[in-house]
């Protein structure tokens, strides 16, 4: 079974300082790999996407992909309040079935 | 605002009911998905619908329906349900092309409960 991992958390960090999420995919094929953050009672929001080796970056929003490792993680940076929600991490497995991890509950600590 | 609108937002509703989901989207996408969101579980996709055919049947009970009258409309049709399929049903949609895999787009959701 195709699996996308993360660890539930929570994770709670000071305001401030740099949030890191961490994602690891069964799929050595894997080639598309999305972060979404989901407010409590609201819907998932893409934040990042990330299809390459390396680094992006996007604001204080870091993605960042080792397929050799198979690991995808987000960072954010001078974490706010407003940065407290779940974090999603998904994988495309095949053209069209994209996979979501349990996610990740953030907390920023005033 | 979100291009992709789901109503009811919220759906309470007995086992012998029989309701139905709508979902439809403002981005020009040719790729729609249901999804069930229950708590403490990772998002499970239903269904895709890929230029209105559906694609993607990922063994859900047949008390689920879906029907894609054209790509911008989505629904979901419920008939006889469980206590279990009590969740948050989340619409989304997407481009697809031979260029790669487009992310998806989500509704804010149905929030259904079983009675």
């Known amino acids: 079974q195709k699996e996308v991992e993360q660890n539930s958390g929570p994770l709670s960090v000071p305001e401030g300082a740099i949030a890191s999420l961490n994602c690891t995919y069964s799929d050595r094929g894997s080639q598309s790999f999305f972060w979404y953050r989901q407010y409590s009672g609201k819907s998932p929001e893409l934040i990042m996407s990330?299809?390459?080796?390396g680094d992006k970056e996007d604001g204080r929003f870091t993605a960042q992909l080792n397929k050799a490792s198979q690991y995808v993680s987000l960072l954010i940076r001078d974490s706010q309040p407003s940065d407290s929600a779940t974090y999603l991490c998904a994988a495309f497995f095949g053209n069209e079935k994209l996979t979501f991890g349990t996610g990740t509950r953030l907390t920023i600590i005033p | 605002e979100t291009g992709v609108t789901q109503t009811p937002r919220h759906l309470v509703m007995g086992m012998t009911n029989k309701k139905s989901l709508k979902c439809e989207q403002h981005?020009?996408?040719?790729?729609m998905y249901w999804y069930k969101q229950s708590a403490k579980k990772p998002l499970e996709l239903m269904f895709v619908?890929?230029?209105?055919?559906?694609?993607e049947n990922n063994s859900v009970p047949s008390r689920f329906s879906p029907e894609c009258p054209n790509s911008s409309h989505l629904f979901l049709h419920l008939h006889t349900l469980q206590p279990e399929d009590s969740a948050l049903y989340l619409c989304?949609?997407?481009?697809?092309?031979?260029?790669?895999?487009?992310?998806?787009?989500f509704g804010d959701g149905t929030r259904l409960s079983i009675l």
């Open positions: 619908y890929n230029f209105k055919e559906q694609t």
């Open positions: 989304a949609s997407s481009q697809v092309s031979r260029g790669g895999n487009q992310p998806q787009h």
């Open positions: 990330i299809y390459s080796n």
């Open positions: 981005l020009g996408h040719n790729a």
